[in-house]
């Protein structure tokens, strides 16, 4: 029993060693996201440098909370500790349970979908039509998938007891059953969302078997299957959106017509395609534009109150204000600010704590997700949001850290962790 526990411990050390680090994600995102807004297809107004130039400090603030966690005080001899993480047989029995009632959920979702809206129309968005139709039981429906898809599989990846092998298999698949949903209503980057949680958990395995030849031309498979299907599927989005909308490439704005214009290059590459790049000219607005609308949205559209973490704490918030029916004013304002073009986290974080407030959140939002990530061998409740953290630094430049319902991920997981998983043969190095 030693013997496998100490073989268990040191393949989840070499894990980690291998896997990114939160820091080093963000900072990749921050770095392909600003390529796009400075060198991408677009040219914008800026509507305030200043505010522009602040985009980039709250990015800069949270970087170095994420790389100062480590020299925050906390207990360090309790970080070098490493457990062994395992789902005891009634969790395995409830996670079963959940991971069959996720599918029913899906199979439920899709006929009255198909019977709400008249059949499926991948590519389109219909999700403000198909919410104004929605039942008590397709709202539970979703909470169903996402418990039995999301939350079960941060779960299931953290056990490192060997076994459940079946179980973890069916939880790869639930995983991206929420993602289809919101595709399948025209989202976009659901699914995005998903691949990546799945990329995050797996990739230190996949990096252990690409070592062994005998595996090399299985994994590079799988993951060019993945990324060319969720490719495929985003692109596809991206063109049949534009085919929907009112506008071409060429009339694209942020706010007002003429404050976003395409690149000469980019304009004789429109001309001669004859509109065939469209969808890049979508794509990569969406990938540039946070740093110009934060500006504009700081200067005109500046909130008029704290909310006191409504937003960064929103599953909380809304799932109180469902039961209780207070609160509905933040419901209302929450909507309202998440809604429309991509800005960052850092206007979350003003509208949440005020200018002076979100400089310390930006900073030490990340120490905690640094804390997170040197704890996550000795705490459960650390492992289990680690993949999900991850995702949230990663588009944290373009978006607010709850992208993909990720803070009703998070917040499952640590529910289903508590109830399903154990901490044994604790190990000092």
């Not at 770095?31 to 991408?40: E, K, R, T, W």
């Not at 395995?92 to 129309?121: D, E, P, R």
């Not at 979350?348 to 930006?362: N, R």
Request: charged share 15%.
């Amino acid at each position: 029993m030693i013997e496998r526990a100490n073989n268990t411990l040191q393949l989840n050390q070499r894990k980690t060693k291998q896997s990114m680090k939160v820091s080093q994600i963000f900072l990749f995102s921050a770095l392909f996201f600003s390529f796009f807004s400075l060198f991408g297809v677009y040219s914008y107004r800026v509507y305030s440098v200043a505010w522009f130039v602040m985009y980039y400090i709250y990015e800069l603030l949270f970087y170095f909370g994420l790389r100062s966690g480590i020299i925050v005080i906390g207990d360090r001899k309790n970080v070098r500790k490493q457990c062994i993480y395992r789902i005891h047989n009634n969790g395995a029995t409830l996670l079963w349970v959940l991971c069959c009632l996720a599918i029913a959920s899906f199979v439920f979702f899709l006929c009255y979908y198909i019977s709400t809206m008249g059949g499926l129309s991948f590519g389109t968005y219909t999700a403000d039509v198909f919410s104004g139709k929605r039942t008590i039981v397709d709202k539970i429906a979703l909470v169903v998938m996402q418990i039995g898809g999301d939350a079960a599989f941060l779960v299931l990846a953290i056990d490192n007891s060997g076994e459940y092998k079946a179980l973890k298999r069916l939880s790869c698949i639930t995983l991206f059953l929420p993602g289809i949903r919101y595709t399948l209503m025209g989202a976009r980057f659901a699914l995005a969302v998903e691949f990546l949680m799945l990329l995050f958990v797996k990739w230190p395995d996949l990096k252990n078997k690409i070592k062994s030849s005998a595996h090399i031309k299985k994994t590079k498979r799988l993951i060019i299957c993945m990324a060319f299907i969720i490719g495929i599927v985003f692109l596809y989005l991206f063109a049949t959106r534009m085919k929907a909308a009112s506008y071409t490439a060429l009339e694209r704005k942020a706010f007002i017509i003429g404050d976003m214009k395409l690149k000469p290059v980019w304009m004789r590459l429109y001309d001669v395609s004859g509109g065939k790049i469209e969808f890049l000219c979508s794509l990569s607005d969406y990938l540039a534009e946070s740093p110009y609308i934060f500006a504009y949205s700081c200067k005109y559209k500046m909130p008029d109150r704290i909310l006191f973490g409504a937003l960064l704490f929103r599953a909380v918030f809304q799932i109180v204000n469902n039961l209780t029916g207070l609160g509905l004013e933040y419901a209302n304002l929450l909507e309202h600010l998440a809604s429309g073009q991509y800005n960052g986290f850092a206007y979350s974080l003003i509208a949440d704590f005020g200018i002076v407030g979100s400089f310390f959140a930006a900073y030490f939002i990340g120490v905690l997700f640094s804390k997170i990530e040197r704890n996550i061998g000795n705490n459960k409740y650390c492992a289990v949001a680690y993949p999900a953290i991850k995702v949230s630094c990663f588009f944290a430049p373009i978006f607010y850290f709850y992208v993909g319902r990720i803070d009703y991920t998070i917040l499952f997981a640590l529910i289903l962790a508590g109830l399903c998983l154990t901490k044994r043969n604790v190990i000092d190095e």
